[in-house]
């Protein structure tokens, strides 16, 4: 295992070398300066394009490599220190029949003393018949009328309500299994935890660790339904969910610049995080995600684990999938353009560049449509795009692209098909880049990346 591991992060290494020698060639020796302006302009065009695609893996790999050394290892903890948790249930109009199964799951949560498990459900909806759901099963119920904050508004509603120290949020859809808050809760304990040969032992007080604070524990989004690719190829057992890679693998890897992003649902968070943050953000459509990004900013530690534990409900259409992807660009831009990760809080600089690389990523789209349109050019309409010999390309390009796809297969393992990637990104392209591009600049260009 320890031999593939360095054959991997040597492939990792060689990749980013070659890929950066090629840059500097593409830069310096291919671009059509002396064959008119539109000529040089879609040759730096594709030229950017390949930059910024190539510059945010680098990111990844850069993680990958780093991904051992900043495992947490899941404490052992006496039962009577697990804390109270509140299990908030986020609902806003969706069927019952769907919330019964979420909020059923939840009472069948495993833990050392039950009465300490408070499961509330929080309906803005404020609609009776969730209200007699949640009796009938012995649960607690917020109601909210009138809100105007969305899920933010509802949960900052219910934390008003609740008073734990630690609580998980779960989306209507998300079914945690019996073992979710085992293996959760103990992360938060371990300030007040060490292991010494091999025994998990209680810290006595002059030994507590001051400098790790737990702002929440992310578990890896999974699903219980094929993905809208799997489910209409009949290739549920080929295809990966196009989910997996990120919940389970690049999410993962932001715990070596600790940027794990929060994505709203079967999570365990620190209330006194939460409240030195000021509650759930608003003025943004993903307040997941800007809840983890200031917690970073304020010095909590914020992990995802690669333990699958709960599964939910995966889009099924196309303009479902165009609509949410649509949520998360518009959201994570505008989170970022409110908590400007680049210039404030406590981030690493490990931790900007993985920000920096979220923030291109969301770019990626008209990267693609400008890698779909060069060829193009050259073809009909006899754009001289890129200067260059067999030679180069041999001795060049091709050493760079076979490590960097190499690499790209270590990277996605099992969790996601190059090929079914491509083709997903290609079918979002068209609805994503204006929304990318309008968000962006709807706020002054000073509040991307200063230094």
């Not at 010494?196 to 890896?220: F, H, S, Y």
Request: aromatic fraction near 12%; proline fraction near 5%; charged fraction near 20%.
């Amino acid at each position: 295992m320890k031999s593939k591991v360095v054959r991997q992060n040597v492939v990792f290494v060689l990749a980013m070398i070659l890929t950066t020698i090629y840059l500097f060639w593409r830069l310096f020796f291919t671009l059509p300066l002396h064959d008119g302006v539109w000529n040089v302009v879609a040759g730096v065009l594709l030229l950017v394009a390949e930059t910024v695609t190539i510059a945010t893996t680098f990111d990844l790999f850069l993680q990958r490599i780093r991904m051992k050394r900043f495992h947490l290892e899941l404490p052992e903890i006496a039962a009577e220190d697990y804390p109270d948790v509140d299990v908030l249930i986020a609902t806003h109009n969706e069927e019952i029949d769907l919330l019964y199964k979420t909020v059923s799951a939840c009472t069948f949560m495993d833990y050392p003393d039950k009465h300490k498990v408070h499961i509330f459900v929080c309906d803005d909806g404020n609609r009776p018949e969730v209200a007699e759901m949640a009796a009938g099963l012995g649960v607690g119920y917020i109601g909210l009328e009138n809100n105007t904050e969305a899920k933010s508004g509802n949960y900052n509603n219910a934390l008003k309500h609740t008073g734990s120290a630690i609580f998980a949020t779960f989306d209507t859809d998300m079914i945690p299994r019996h073992d979710f808050l085992m293996k959760t809760v103990p992360y938060f304990l371990l300030p007040e935890y060490v292991k010494e040969g091999g025994v998990w032992r209680r810290r006595e007080p002059d030994e507590m660790d001051g400098d790790t604070a737990i702002g929440l524990v992310q578990t890896p989004q999974s699903f219980y339904n094929p993905d809208l690719f799997q489910f209409n190829l009949y290739a549920e057992h080929i295809v990966p969910n196009e989910q997996d890679f990120f919940s389970r693998q690049v999410n993962v890897m932001r715990n070596t610049s600790n940027s794990v992003a929060y994505t709203g649902s079967n999570a365990v968070l620190s209330r006194k995080a939460m409240e030195d943050i000021g509650g759930f953000p608003l003025n943004t459509i993903t307040e997941d995600f800007e809840t983890s990004l200031r917690m970073q900013q304020l010095g909590y530690t914020t992990y995802a684990s690669d333990e699958v534990v709960s599964s939910g409900l995966s889009t099924t259409t196309i303009p479902a999938m165009i609509k949410q992807r649509t949520r998360w660009a518009r959201g994570i831009i505008q989170s970022m353009q409110n908590a400007h990760p680049f210039r404030r809080g406590k981030l690493s600089v490990t931790g900007k560049i993985s920000y920096l690389g979220t923030f291109l990523y969301w770019w990626s789209f008209a990267n693609r449509l400008i890698f779909i349109l060069a060829p193009i050019l050259f073809a009909l309409f006899d754009f001289r795009i890129v200067v260059a010999g067999i030679e180069p390309l041999l001795l060049i390009w091709l050493p760079a692209y076979a490590f960097y796809a190499g690499a790209m297969r270590y990277l996605s393992g099992d969790m996601r098909n190059q090929r079914w990637s491509q083709v997903i990104d290609t079918i979002l392209m068209p609805y994503l880049i204006v929304p990318v591009l309008l968000e962006t600049l709807a706020h002054p260009p000073a509040h991307l990346p200063c230094d």
